[in-house]
Every structure is written in structure tokens, then in C-alpha cells.
């Protein structure tokens, strides 16, 4: 778990370093984190409303802004951590393929399995930090 939470902090320091480059205030790079975990949760949960509202426009918007933010974590991941990041690349690259899917198909339950995901993702980043 040391391992983890290292290689989490130092992804968290290389996100928190783009968006400080950009004049984006943000407390900290855990914090920073926790927040695009947090989006992709509340913007899924936004995409599923507007699958059983029958929103198309709606869906494709939630559905590109959760996307979006993934991408943003796959940039900032730091390769030189090795097994960590190399994971964390191809999890989320699965992420974004699951939502392409789910908008194709309107399909709930892989949003609801991509959110999964994000929660535990959230609840390993918080544990990580909380021990560094």
C-alpha cells in the first residue's frame, strides 16, 4: 500500500504542477485529484439522469465532460512510476471506451460500472493521502 500512496502523491504532485502552470488555484495536488475524481462521479451521475430523461444533448454533454476529465488524468500521469501509472493509463483508457459504449448504447449499467470505478479510485486516493 506504501508503494500506492507513493506513486498516487506524485501523480497528484504532477497534476497539481500543470493546473498551478495555468493559474488554476488549487489547495493542494491531493486535493486536486479528489476534485476530477469527484467530477467524473458527478457528471456521470448527470449523463445517467439524462439517458432515463431521454436528453440526448444532455447525455452527450455529461457524458464528454466526464470523458474530458479522464483524458486530463491520463496527461498527467507520471510514467517514470512504472506499474502505477502504466495501471492507472490503461483503467482509465477502459473508462473512457465503457462511456463511448454507454452513449452508443444508453446504457445505464455501464455508467453505473465506470462510476464504480471512480469510487473506488476515490476512496483509495483519499486512504493514500491520508496516510502520506
Known amino acids: 500500500m506504501e508503494d500506492i500512496g507513493k ?14 502552470q495555468n493559474n488554476i488555484g488549487i489547495e493542494s495536488p491531493a486535493k486536486l485529484i479528489e476534485m476530477l475524481y469527484e467530477g467524473v462521479l458527478r457528471f456521470n451521475a ?6 432515463k430523461d431521454k436528453n440526448v444533448e444532455k447525455r452527450v454533454y455529461w457524458m464528454n465532460r466526464s470523458t474530458a476529465i479522464i483524458t486530463e488524468l491520463i496527461s498527467v500521469l507520471d510514467m517514470k512510476q512504472g506499474d502505477i501509472s502504466v495501471y492507472l493509463e490503461g483503467l482509465y483508457n477502459y473508462q473512457i471506451q465503457l462511456l463511448a459504449d454507454a452513449g452508443n448504447e444508453n446504457s445505464i449499467s455501464k455508467i453505473d460500472e465506470c462510476s464504480n470505478v471512480f469510487k473506488v479510485l476515490l476512496e483509495a486516493w483519499r486512504e493514500s493521502t491520508h496516510v502520506a
Open 7 to 20: 506513486g498516487f502523491q506524485m501523480y497528484g504532485n504532477n497534476a497539481h504542477n500543470i493546473y498551478a
Open 46 to 51: 448527470q449523463a445517467k439522469k439524462a439517458i
